[in-house]
């Protein structure tokens, strides 16, 4: 934490709400993990609020160390050192689609903070397609097909990450093609999701059995671990 850069700015009282932006350089810096720190004080230099956030940089091909003389990868200077343990809850919660059962079973058995952090670093540490790099590639992809799950299908009492049409973009990613087929008077809303890849070509059919809920349920894939029902057609006049 020793302080690389400062920037101070003056603010006018206002009665109406603002919004305050600036940008600094960090072409000099190495790969590694910084604190950005954001004061406000009064006239008078008395602190009234602050927020730090930890961020980190990445340059490719940039194998020096930062100045704790650690990496990235090194739990210590990792976000997982100093985590909160209802974030390493929800962070395993989040990882349902694709963690092992012996995973699950030997996390639930944690009951000290510390231990829970360093399972949590090395759960994704083990799935990192590239550890040579600062940025672990396979859990920001991960992460951010739960927001796009998120944005995209939020129920009204679910995330979206936890509903049919989230957990197979998740698992599967974005499909090649989709054909809508919105509300008729003898039928109900649904979806058919087309990929091309996967599994030689699969698709997965969802249905919006509750008419404008926008929740549609996964009634029939051609994917090996899914729901597999032929007849799923009958399910559109139920």
Known sequence: KNIIFTSQ???????VSIAEYGTMEIDTLHSGI???EVLLANQLNNVIDSKEKKIFVYKLNDNKAD??????QNFLTSVYAQMKEEDLDREFDLSVYIRTDKETKSYKNLNKLEDKRKFMFEFWKSRDNNPSTAVNEYKVNYFKKINEANKSFKGSYREGWKTDRGRILIIYGKPDDIDRFPFQIN??????????????GAQCVFIERDQAT???DLVHSTLRNELQ???WEKELTN
């Not at 700015?9 to 009665?15: A, E, G, T, V, Y």
């Open 67 to 72: 100045n704790t003389g650690n990496t990235p």
């Open 214 to 216: 926008g929740v549609y």
């Open 187 to 200: 039928t109900k809303s649904y979806e058919i999701w087309k990929y091309d890849s996967v599994e030689g």
């Open 9 to 15: 700015k003056s603010i006018k009282p206002s009665s």
């Open 229 to 231: 029902n032929p007849n």
């Open 34 to 36: 910084y604190f950005l």
